[in-house]
């Protein structure tokens, strides 16, 4: 009976520390520019941060359900709607 305790112990504490900074659950401000995309990704590698397929640039937030929101503060936007996002 004691291990089943020290489990649950271990298990409450494993999910305190991986739930979300309260200030975390506010939406963020994009200080770039936004665009709606169908895919969106973190991509770190050298001067990449993200990557976006299928956007589009958009003066607001409110994407459609399908699409993502992506703010990009250095983007490089391709005629086919691929995004690169630089550092």
Sequence with gaps: MQIKTILA???MAS??????????LEKRVCSGTRFCCNAYFPFNFLVISHLGSGCVKTPTAA????KKEACCSKPQLQSNGDLACFK
């Design 63 to 66: 994407c459609t359900f399908p």
């Design 15 to 24: 999910l305190a520390s991986a739930a979300p900074e309260p200030e975390g």
């Design 9 to 11: 112990v271990f298990a």
